[in-house]
């Protein structure tokens, strides 16, 4: 089985305190996304790598930033946390190719800025 | 772009009743489509999918037909159990690229 693990579930963190999110894929997959899901807004797609130290922005990559420097790790980055990026954030691999179209979702990490 | 606009919830069903959640979708060409579920305290997993029009996505009991006339991927079971108590997300893919409904959370009572 897939397995797509995220380095926390639960997570506090003060306003202006640079935060790192951890996602690691067991499965060789080429492309990792993040995301945040909020209420009502569904998820939203921050960032995505399709290979080693490539990355490409999503629909609201503003106050973050991503790292990839191994295949299977992912890390989004919080420059600077604020109050509104208190969410929900989802970690997702998916191979290249045919097999593309499915993406395999970590269990989430639940950030809280205050 | 994709957009996907899905019906809003929520949803509370008693066991055994027939349940839809409508999904429909904005697209430049025919994009494959996707039922996403989230059970609590968990990431999302994929429920379904179907990659042209009139195919026909199944599991688990829930199905979705891909209907390219109404732009609509409209998920249903015909008999639902305290089980199936989720966030329900449809999706379209574009550019690798999974746009997703805001989710419908479903609960169904005993």
């Known amino acids: 089985d897939v397995k797509v693990t995220q380095s926390s579930r639960y997570l506090v963190k003060r306003t202006g305190e640079k935060v790192f999110l951890e996602c690691v894929q067991d499965m060789d997959h080429e492309n990792m996304f993040w995301y945040r899901q909020d209420p009502g807004l569904g998820l939203r797609l921050i960032y995505f790598s399709y290979d080693v130290k490539m990355k490409e922005k999503g629909d609201i990559p503003e106050g973050y930033s991503v790292s990839r420097e191994k295949k299977e790790r992912f890390s989004l980055i919080l420059e600077s946390a604020s109050t509104n990026q208190t969410s929900m954030y989802l970690c997702?691999?998916?191979?290249?190719?045919?097999?593309?179209?499915?993406?395999?979702f970590g269990p989430g990490t639940r950030l809280t800025v205050l | 772009g994709n957009s996907v606009t899905q019906m809003e919830g929520p949803v509370t069903l008693s066991e055994e009743a027939f349940l839809t959640i409508n999904c429909t979708y904005t697209?430049?060409?025919?994009?494959?489509l996707f039922w996403y579920v989230q059970y609590p305290g968990e990431g999302l997993q994929l429920l379904l999918k179907?990659?042209?029009?009139?195919d026909k996505g199944s599991n688990k009991g829930f199905e979705a037909t891909y209907r390219k006339e109404t732009t609509s991927f409209h998920l249903e079971k015909g008999s639902v159990q305290v089980s199936d108590s989720a966030v329900y997300f449809c999706?379209?893919?574009?550019?690798?690229?999974?746009?997703f409904g805001a989710g419908t959370t479903v609960t169904v009572r005993a």
């Open positions: 999706a379209s893919l574009g550019d690798y690229k999974l746009s």
């Open positions: 997702a691999s998916s191979p290249r190719g045919v097999l593309a179209d499915t993406q395999y």
């Open positions: 697209a430049t060409g025919y994009p494959s």
């Open positions: 179907a990659t042209k029009a009139d």
